[in-house]
C-alpha cells in the first residue's frame, strides 16, 4: 500500500522561508517515478488549492499563480521523495499542504482518488 508522509511545516513569520517534505513508500507494483505529484493547501474556509505539480520523469513543473516565483517543487525519484521550497511566504500561504499523486485542479483535500500524505501544517504570522 503506498504511503505518502509530509514533513516540515511550521510556524514562519512572513518573508520567511519553509521546507517541506513528501516521503513515498509501498510501490509494489509500479515506481515511484511513474507518477507525477503535486502539492495542494487548504486553508480554513476555503477550497482545496492546487500549488504546484512535477512529472514523473523530466521533472517538468507547473505552478498557480498564487506561488509563481516563490515556491519550487522538486522530486528526488533515487529516494522516492518529493519537496516544496516556499520563499517569500505570505499571511494567505498559511494552510494544511498535502502532497498527493493527484495533479488535477478539482481535487478535494484530500480525494477519494490517488494517494495522499496527512498534510502539514503551515502557519505564516505577520
Known amino acids: 500500500q503506498v504511503q505518502l508522509v509530509e514533513s516540515g511545516g511550521g510556524l514562519v513569520q512572513a518573508g520567511g522561508s519553509l521546507r517541506l517534505s513528501c516521503a513515498a513508500s509501498?510501490?509494489?507494483?509500479?515506481?515511484?517515478?511513474?507518477?507525477?505529484m503535486g502539492w495542494y493547501r487548504q486553508a480554513p474556509g476555503k477550497e482545496c488549492e492546487l500549488v504546484a505539480t512535477?512529472?514523473?520523469?523530466?521533472?517538468?513543473?507547473d505552478y498557480a499563480d498564487s506561488v509563481k516565483g516563490r515556491f519550487t517543487i522538486s522530486r528526488d525519484n533515487a529516494k522516492n521523495t518529493i519537496a516544496l521550497q516556499m520563499n517569500s511566504l505570505k499571511l494567505e500561504d498559511t494552510a494544511v499542504y498535502y502532497c498527493?499523486?493527484?495533479?488535477?485542479?478539482?481535487?478535494?483535500?484530500?480525494?477519494?482518488?490517488?494517494?495522499w500524505g496527512q498534510g502539514t501544517q503551515v502557519t505564516v504570522s505577520s
Open positions: 498527493s499523486s493527484e495533479t488535477t485542479v478539482q481535487a478535494m483535500c484530500p480525494d477519494k482518488f490517488g494517494f
Open positions: 509501498g510501490f509494489t507494483f509500479s515506481r515511484f517515478d511513474m507518477y507525477a
Open positions: 512535477i512529472t514523473g520523469i523530466g521533472g517538468r513543473t
